[in-house]
């Protein structure tokens, strides 16, 4: 008997599954590096965020609340919506984790876009259901294609909206369209990771429909616009049913007591949420505008980054093009696990980062080595 054979075996598709791989977050230059890569807040936490968070210094021997009463009571005010229709997580991540978990068994489907985020695949693989993906039109999501592709096994629609890594949206009209046609077992999960940032007057991120049917959740985080990406904070708003099932099925201490002190005095400090949105609308275009001026394909984005796409570019690849940016303390992310070869993800970052990010670019596109 082989030595492999004698090892505790997994689940059967676990070894499927592919792992996923985060940005990187270091270059092998000298000097400072502008991590653009993981598509965080380049203005970092809330100093109330940081000063809460430091404040739980001499009660880490204290479990947390198990509820995390007071952020989804934070949460909840913030919103206008019930505090018991709300679960916290470690971040987004556990949350699709528990409703995977919670509504998918083998013989089941679950469906994702094309180029939506790699964790959807990840936990559908992990609870034995199939994973079903559904063209995109223009890099958009298409609500057409992910209804022809519902069938009587599809448990699940996962949508990323905004979505990572193309910056595109659905329209709430669209978004309402998909979950009026989608069968009442069925669950749409709207991912609005991005959700801070979009400033377009058709788009919604979902607690509207949350809170008029039992069969959405929406999920957010506080590791995009909020800063919080290191304490890994996120929530989702459910139909009672659903915040029934998730919160039986998480931990029962999944948030940690800095990350809650810090998640409440995060949502209070609404000035610096704004800044961090006005940095962005500020920055994004600026990015956009100047890529596109140096022969760059650009796609529109509502999140804090952008895709950028090197096709036709004679021979500009973007493996040479981040490998051109690392040299030069640039970090950003390959797409080639999104199935976009010739893309580049690039968040926007502070003032400095972006001004570099542009440098680079401009003297990689102008022929620099």
């Not at 653009?36 to 965020?49: C, F, I, T, W």
């Not at 949350?95 to 919670?102: D, V």
């Not at 990323?160 to 890594?165: C, E, I, L, T, V």
């Amino acid at each position: 008997m082989s030595e492999q054979a004698q090892l505790p075996r997994p689940r059967g598709g676990v070894l499927d599954i592919a792992a996923y791989v985060p940005g990187k977050s270091g270059a092998k230059g000298v000097g400072k590096v502008h991590k653009l890569s993981s598509n965080e807040s380049p203005l970092g936490p809330s100093p109330a965020a940081k000063q809460a968070y430091a404040a739980c210094a001499d009660e880490l021997h204290l479990y947390p609340d198990g509820g995390a009463t007071a952020l989804r009571e934070a949460l909840a005010e913030l919103h206008g919506i019930n505090p018991a229709n709300i679960v916290c997580g470690a971040g987004s991540d556990e949350l699709l984790n528990l409703i995977a978990s919670g509504y998918l068994q083998p013989g089941d489907e679950a469906i994702y876009t094309e180029h939506g985020f790699l964790v959807y695949p990840i936990v559908i693989k992990a609870n034995g259901a199939t994973p079903v993906v559904v063209p995109e039109t223009n890099l958009t999501a298409d609500v057409d294609a992910i209804l022809k592709a519902v069938t009587p096994r599809t448990r699940i629609v996962f949508l990323a909206n905004p979505n990572n890594p193309t910056g595109t949206y659905v329209r709430f009209d669209e978004v309402k369209r998909l979950h009026a046609g989608l069968p009442k077992d069925c669950l749409l999960v709207l991912d609005a990771a991005y959700a801070e940032y979009v400033r377009r007057n058709d788009y919604e991120s979902g607690i509207e429909l949350v809170s008029q049917s039992r069969n959405v959740v929406m999920t957010r985080t506080f590791s995009k616009a909020y800063g919080l990406a290191g304490l890994r904070l996120g929530w989702a708003y459910c139909p009672p049913n659903v915040a029934d099932v998730l919160n039986r099925i998480r931990g029962p201490f999944n948030v940690a007591l800095p990350s809650i002190a810090a998640g409440v005095a995060a949502v209070r400090d609404t000035a610096h949420l704004t800044r961090a949105v006005e940095h962005n609308d500020v920055w994004l275009p600026k990015v956009t505008a100047a890529l596109e001026s140096i022969g760059l394909q650009v796609k529109p984005s509502v999140g804090n980054f952008v895709l950028v796409n090197f096709s036709g570019n004679h021979g500009k690849t973007a493996a040479a093009a981040d490998a051109f940016l690392a040299a030069r303390n640039v970090v950003v992310r390959r797409m080639e696990a999104y199935g976009l070869p010739q893309a580049l993800r690039v968040s926007i970052g502070d003032e400095e980062g972006c001004t570099a990010l542009v440098a680079a670019l401009t003297a990689f596109m102008a022929g620099g080595s």
